[in-house]
């Protein structure tokens, strides 16, 4: 297997090495600036970057650098973190459902999370359990849905009857969540704003909560890295050199259902984060998931920074959700991969 | 659809779509009077009666006439535009998972309305037909276009249709938070597809254009089965059938997108009215087309008034309603016509 990969690169020595020291570099660029831009811009103009060294120094006494530790510095974090996990999550569904197009929101994981906070909200029976596991367990719900819809379980994925599937499991998944708010009047303005991704209102609770789940994400996919490249030969072939398809599926499943679950709890259904994200790490990185998995990772946190920093710094009166910001790079990305596609990849 | 088999069907058939017919018609004209009785506030049956023949007081005229009435007759007047326009582009893509909101018809519609409505919002309530109808012309000539050589390829058609409403419904997310302000809710109960306040203003804007184009249709309807058989096999019947297939498709579009620019997005019954009908009449489309009108009309009315019935004074807007039985019903869909040999994959 490793020499298989190895022999992939078909870049020469020298190339292969530029390019290893240069994408970790521009990548890493990438996120800080966008961590930059993104706390040093936001409602109070006095606030800057300079009020973060009063978080290392312990102070904490100003106004200034009050603002810094409890509105900016959990927000930017909180986009970062929902990148990586995102991405991940993405990247993860991508391979092992072997369909370019597949994301949480394309496959219902979003809008089946967003059910089950909803649930939680308006179900007096749900009202202890906690938000993240609602969306967790609807989000898997979902996605299992999905994938007995498009064959997945008897072996073989349509590609086309994966995508329907997940817009019908998705379309049920939101009416019912708008019909939970139609039912619950006080909830709908909050709903509202959450459904399109706002993270305005995140504090550090809820962005620790994302960096614990991107964390212990990117650990479980740097274990399924190799189920997954397997994932990339063929099921015939991931049989042969020993992996059950079958159990990466569910592996991966799990693992982008919970990643988004947590996702979603905390910033609302993001669409098309997680389908972007990993095309550009694989157009940057290859095929290879245990290279891709920390490229994602950083990939997504470095959108997601700017996106949030686009999204504070947008002309006028009111901001623009991150999500929203996210879907409109991410709706014509998807037109444009459907466009280029070959017609004969509908596997 | 009706697969090829159905499309030619027997004698037994053709008896019975009279009767298919009659009995949708005296189904629809029972939703309408539960439309016009139930709600907030219940008006008995002679009550109804009395109104509709003008011997009762003013205070029913108002509830009935004035709010009621139009309302439940946009409902079905839009349910059935969206019924026949679903039948239409089923065939003529010859793709039975088609439908207006799958191709993204639906959303460009919506799209075109809010730009409409946030540019000019003093000429919104005369232009939004007209801007429904360019909105829903341009993204389905978008995906027309995009897509290429759509009737050989329904999969590659599908996913660009979705794609591009994917992208209209952007805008749209784009549009609602940067333009509007506290009055963040009256697009949005539009977006999800309700006859919330739609009143006799409403049904004349829309009313001709729809029944012009309904007349139409129907007209065209025994067309629509040379059609089914495919560009090739009706060449070689020795039939022309570009200028006919444009224009039954413009129809399709412009029914669907004015049907969106009045009552929002109500989902899914340009997709299921069109498979009901052919459960009930088989799949010739001179049959077909009425049939899909009508039970679209009772979808869309029925669910205009299980919405006000369910739990009053709450009303549930229509879209969902539908979308909850919709969705479902394509996921039935997608589990056995997939299975099913030639079925588009």
Redo the contacts between chains.
């Keep these: 297997m490793r020499q298989v990969l190895a022999q992939d690169r078909p870049l020469g020595e020298g190339a292969a090495v530029l390019r290893r020291a240069a994408l970790p570099c521009l990548a890493l660029l990438v996120v800080l600036g966008g961590c930059a831009l993104s706390l040093a811009t936001g409602g109070r103009s006095d606030v800057g970057l300079a009020d973060l060294s009063g978080l290392f120094a312990g102070s904490g006494a100003t106004l200034a650098e009050q603002t810094m530790r409890d509105i900016r510095l959990p927000r930017t974090l909180c986009a970062v973190f929902l990148g990586v996990n995102l991405g991940l999550a993405g990247l993860i569904l991508q391979a092992v459902t072997r369909n370019a197009l597949a994301a949480p929101g394309l496959l219902g994981i979003n809008q089946g999370a967003a059910l089950g906070i909803v649930l939680g909200l308006i179900v007096p029976a749900l009202a202890g359990v906690p938000q993240s596991l609602l969306a967790v367990v609807f989000g898997l719900l979902a996605v299992a849905a999905t994938f007995a819809i498009s064959g997945a379980f008897s072996g073989r994925i349509e590609s086309l009857r994966l995508i329907l599937g997940g817009i019908a499991v998705g379309a049920l998944g939101f009416a019912a969540v708008r019909l939970g708010y139609t039912l619950e009047d006080d909830l709908a303005r909050q709903v509202v704003r959450w459904t399109v991704g706002d993270i305005g209102g995140v504090r550090m609770p809820e962005a620790l909560r994302l960096g614990a789940t991107a964390l212990l994400g990117i650990l479980a996919a740097f274990g399924l890295a190799q189920r997954l490249n397997l994932m990339a030969l063929g099921q015939a072939a991931s049989h042969g050199l020993g992996a059950d398809p079958m159990r990466t599926l569910m592996l991966g499943a799990g693992v982008a259902s919970v990643m988004t679950g947590v996702c979603v709890s905390v910033a609302g259904p993001i669409a098309f984060a997680g389908l972007v994200v990993p095309h550009l790490a694989k157009a940057l990185a290859g095929a290879d998931h245990r290279r891709l998995v920390l490229v994602t990772a950083t990939l997504g946190a470095g959108l997601m920074a700017w996106a949030d920093a686009g999204s504070k710094l947008w002309p006028g009166f009111s901001e623009i959700p991150v999500g929203v910001i996210v879907s409109i790079i991410g709706a014509p990305w998807f037109l444009a991969i459907v466009l280029t596609r070959r017609a004969s990849s509908h596997g | 659809m009706a697969d090829a088999s159905t499309l030619q069907s027997g004698p037994g058939r053709r008896l019975r779509t009279p009767a298919v017919l009659v009995a949708l018609t005296c189904c629809l004209l029972v939703v309408l009077a539960l439309g016009l009785g139930l709600g907030a506030v219940r008006v008995p049956a002679a009550t109804l009666l009395n109104t509709l023949l003008g011997l009762d007081g003013p205070r029913q005229d108002f509830i009935v006439l004035g709010s009621r009435l139009p309302r439940t007759l946009l409902g079905a007047l839009t349910g059935a535009a969206l019924g026949l326009s679903g039948a239409i582009i089923q065939s003529l893509l010859r793709n039975p998972?088609a439908s207006p909101k799958?191709v993204g018809i639906n959303s460009g519609a919506a799209f075109a309305v809010l730009l409409c409505a946030f540019l000019l919002p003093d000429a919104a309530a005369r232009l939004t037909p007209f801007a429904a109808a360019v909105g829903g012309v341009v993204a389905g000539s978008v995906v027309w276009l995009?897509a290429g050589r759509l009737a050989l390829?329904a999969?590659?058609l599908?996913?660009?249709g979705?794609?591009?409403g994917?992208?209209m419904?952007?805008?749209v997310?784009?549009l609602?938070?940067?333009q509007t302000?506290p009055e963040?809710?009256a697009p949005?109960v539009w977006l999800?597809g309700s006859l919330w306040g739609r009143g006799w203003t409403h049904l004349w804007s829309v009313a001709p254009a729809l029944g012009g184009l309904m007349a139409l249709a129907l007209l065209m309807s025994f067309r629509l089965d040379l059609q089914y058989l495919g560009p090739q096999r009706a060449a070689a019947l020795g039939v022309r059938l570009g200028l006919e297939r444009g224009m039954l498709l413009v129809i399709g579009v412009l029914l669907a997108a004015l049907s969106v620019g009045v009552v929002g997005v109500v989902?899914?019954i340009g997709l299921m009215a069109p498979h009901i009908a052919a459960r009930l009449v088989g799949g010739r489309h001179r049959a077909l087309l009425p049939t899909a009108a009508l039970v679209g009309a009772i979808l869309c009315a029925g669910a205009d008034v299980a919405g006000r019935a369910l739990?009053p004074p709450?009303?549930?807007?229509a879209?969902?309603l539908t979308?909850?039985l919709?969705?479902?019903f394509?996921?039935w869909l997608?589990?056995t016509e997939?299975r099913r040999p030639g079925a588009?994959?």
């Design positions: 998972l799958i995009m390829d999969a590659r599908t996913l660009v979705i794609a591009v994917f992208v419904e952007a805008g997310e784009f609602l938070v940067t302000g963040f809710s949005l999800t989902g899914f739990m709450i009303e549930i807007s879209g969902i979308a909850l919709g969705a479902p394509f996921i997608l589990l997939g588009p994959r």
